[in-house]
């Protein structure tokens, strides 16, 4: 096994705080309080300074560590099905995917939500439809996202949640 810093701290509490936040609010906050309003204010908050650091971060946090590919996405899922493949010591291909889809996801729930409260579309239809979607989109990502890590980290036998709660990444020699 090799042992190799892959997350930062900054990239781990971000994406922790999101889990917990989202969670929150998604299921448990009611959804007419001021509490649910702050709370995806900070996910908006959240999300920006994620975006800084994907310019300015460690290497795998930035953005050009992991930039989407159609080609290298199909390739990881014929071998997430096939049980073989590459392991990634950063995000994968799909993961990759996955990041900017939540990303941008949360992005149109926060504006969708503050644009609900405008005097300017009180009564209208859109926003909260689109505020809805956008929440159940962004359930149904987390919940393939979720099913991905699990599927992958018995594929690989690398850790994936602990690599989040720790920073590293145990890679068997294998995949070296």
Not at 22 to 31: E, K, P, T, V
Not at 54 to 81: C, H, K, N, W
Not at 95 to 124: P, Q
Request: proline content about 4%.
């Amino acid at each position: 096994m090799h042992r190799i810093k892959v997350w930062d701290p900054f990239v781990r509490i971000f994406h922790w705080t999101l889990v917990c936040l989202f969670a929150g609010n998604a299921l448990i906050i009611n959804h007419h309080s001021k509490v649910h309003r702050w709370v995806g204010y900070v996910i908006v908050g959240l999300v920006l300074f994620r975006g800084i650091w994907g310019f300015l971060g460690t290497r795998y946090a930035r953005f050009d560590s992991f930039r989407p590919s159609v080609s290298g996405a199909i390739e990881q899922a014929r071998g997430m099905l096939r049980k073989g493949g590459p392991v990634h010591v950063g995000h994968t291909p799909l993961g990759a995917w996955m990041i900017y889809n939540l990303l941008l996801s949360m992005l149109v729930i926060g504006v969708s939500g503050y644009v609900i409260r405008l005097d300017a579309f009180w009564g209208l239809e859109w926003p909260e439809r689109l505020h809805a979607l956008a929440v159940t989109w962004a359930e149904i990502s987390v919940a393939v996202h979720v099913s991905a890590v699990i599927w992958e980290s018995r594929r690989s036998r690398v850790n994936l949640p602990l690599s989040m709660v720790n920073g590293y990444k145990d890679l068997p020699d294998e995949h070296l």
